[in-house]
């Protein structure tokens, strides 16, 4: 864009292999859209491919350089953020970036899944969401004890945006008891928005 290149990702230089494999043995069905897949590969430590291409033992210091050379050679032009650089970045991020507007107002249509076992019984939500970030449609599964059936609540929460602050507006117009048995409304949040 505008004659920039923007690359990232993630450089794996000496870990632990066992430990990488369990942080990225996520369940597939939690999220799934409708974009492309990613295909899984095998992970390898850098420092291992450079001793098998002959470069020794090299440090992450040395990697770097080496890296910033191979990447860009002469070219590379290096800089710092001044201490207005840092706020207008924090400001943008506050106004953009950090906004649901941002995160889930453009994403594309997608499928959220996930189950927990709370002291009231399991909870199993199922979230279709459209682009735009709307609740197209939810299903509630579990062992609670309801005393009033769902379907009231599910098609109130359709329309809604897939945030905690307003599934909890809608949640705040029911008798959770009826709905949930002994889940509370803050488990039902937590169940749909972990750690939000």
């Known amino acids: ?11 794996l230089f000496r870990s632990d292999p066992e430990m990488v494999a369990g942080a990225l ?6 999220f799934r859209t409708k974009s492309a897949k990613s295909v899984r590969a095998r992970i390898g430590n850098i420092a291992d491919f450079l001793q098998e291409a ?21 070219l590379m032009v290096e800089s710092e953020l001044t201490k207005e650089d840092l706020q207008a970045v924090r400001k943008l991020r506050d106004e953009k970036y950090d906004t649901w507007e941002w995160v889930f107002g453009h994403t594309i249509d997608f499928t959220y899944h996930n189950k927990v076992r709370w002291d009231g019984g399991s ?3 199922q979230v279709n969401v459209a ?4 609740i197209q ?3 509630f599964y579990g062992d609670f004890l309801s005393l009033t059936p769902l ?16 599934v909890k507006a809608v949640l705040d117009q029911y008798a959770m008891n009826e ?6 409304e803050e488990e039902v949040l937590e169940t749909m928005f972990p750690g939000a």
Request: glycine share 12%; aromatic share 8%; net charge negative.
């Open 54 to 74: 002959g470069h020794g033992d090299m440090d992450l210091e040395d990697f770097w350089k080496y890296l910033k050379d191979a990447l860009s050679g002469s």
């Open 25 to 30: 043995n996520a369940d597939p069905e939690k």
């Open 123 to 125: 909870l199993e939500v």
């Open 179 to 184: 709905l949930f048995g002994p889940i509370t």
């Open 151 to 166: 379907t009231e609540l599910e098609q109130a929460l359709s329309g809604v945006r897939f945030r905690k602050e307003d």
């Open 1 to 11: 864009h505008d004659g920039r290149v923007l690359h990232h990702g993630t450089l």
């Open 137 to 139: 449609e939810i299903r």
């Open 131 to 134: 682009r735009g970030g709307e």
